[in-house]
């Protein structure tokens, strides 16, 4: 199975590289001076406020949700797949790979629809906060959806890589029927090293565990204590991030609002990615970001998330001066193709 946007980003170059949705790596060397691992699942317990049976770990996100997706299956709990447009493409495709009966709900500016089609032996897969949109559900939303899954014998897994960046507290999220998988690859991304996990509902994690002892080999240990000491200094790795992505999302303001005739922008705050429209006929997502591929500017058209409208662009992986660059060329694109319509 080919995934489109993996393709499309090892394919394409440009001197103005906003691809991606994390943030810049954080040199090992410099994690290391943040002091002293612990252990690391012992870290993920206080994090969280869960017990070890709520938890396992995994080398990443994706490997998380097909881990999950597995167990639900192998538990006999899977009748249909609900899932959202736009959304990540490996999110979107998993389903097809099980060979599973699937629903797409279109979404634009809330997530709350998913309480609507919740159905019994239905799993619920989606990423929260959205990518590309960024919208999400907040905590109370999530026990009311936790609520619902219990009551109508169904789950959900969700991909909770970018909550961070909007949510602080991450005790007290729901267990029952939900399962939620994350990993250091964005808020927390390393050089050269990555770890994942996984919590949620104790029976799903239990087969989980199960599914990654077949499949997959332990994680290395080395990776878990880089890991370890970026958890717990959670408050630094914060404010690092904030101080990449503040700047440019003041910078992407203060250009777009020039030419706000021509242009729509989904963005939540503190998110790493925002979501760009041209607000003019015949422009879509595809012919948008080959027209900035030709101006020396690399984005994400729409189509690999589901709807060909925009295209994402990386706010935590370019300094302020190419980001400035980069959205300068992005609006003035924008506007001579919608003055020509």
Not at 174 to 186: A, H, I, L, R, W
Request: with cysteine; hydrophobic share 40%; charged share 25%.
């Amino acid at each position: 199975m080919e995934i489109g946007h993996f393709i499309w980003l090892r394919t394409h170059r440009a001197r103005y590289d906003v691809s991606s949705s994390g943030v810049k790596p954080i040199p090992l060397n410099d994690i290391v001076k943040l002091g002293e691992a612990g252990n690391f699942i012992d870290d993920l317990v206080g994090i969280y406020g869960v017990d070890r049976k709520n938890l396992a770990i995994t080398h990443g996100t994706q490997e998380g949700n097909f881990a999950a997706l597995t167990a639900l299956r192998e538990l006999g709990r899977i009748d249909n797949v609900v899932t959202v447009i736009p959304e990540y493409e490996p999110i979107r495709v998993l389903p097809k790979f099980f060979h599973l009966r699937q629903t797409e709900l279109n979404i634009k500016e809330s997530l709350t629809e998913l309480l609507n089609h919740i159905e019994r032996d239905s799993v619920l897969l989606f990423s929260n906060p959205n990518n590309p949109l960024g919208i999400f559900l907040g905590r109370k939303l999530l026990w009311e959806l936790s609520d619902e899954l219990r009551r109508r014998n169904a789950y959900a897994v969700i991909d909770s890589i970018f909550l961070e960046f909007v949510e602080s507290n991450l005790r007290d999220l729901p267990m029952e029927n939900m399962v939620f998988t994350f990993s250091t690859s964005k808020f927390y991304t390393m050089s050269e090293a990555k770890v994942g996990w996984v919590i949620g509902d104790e029976n799903v994690i239990r087969e989980v565990n199960g599914v990654l002892d077949l499949v997959s080999p332990l994680v290395i240990d080395l990776n878990l204590r880089y890991a370890s000491i970026l958890l717990r200094n959670r408050n630094w790795v914060r404010e690092r991030n904030l101080g990449i992505i503040i700047p440019n999302v003041d910078i992407m303001r203060r250009i777009t609002h020039e030419v706000s005739d021509y242009v729509d922008i989904s963005y939540v705050e503190y998110m790493p990615i925002l979501y760009i429209r041209a607000k003019c006929r015949g422009i879509s997502g595809n012919i948008l970001a080959n027209k900035l591929l030709t101006r020396d500017v690399f984005t994400v058209p729409g189509q690999y998330f589901g709807r060909d409208d925009g295209i994402r662009v990386g706010l935590g992986s370019v300094t302020r001066d190419d980001f400035e660059n980069a959205m300068k060329i992005i609006t003035n694109v924008i506007n001579e193709v919608c003055r020509d319509k």
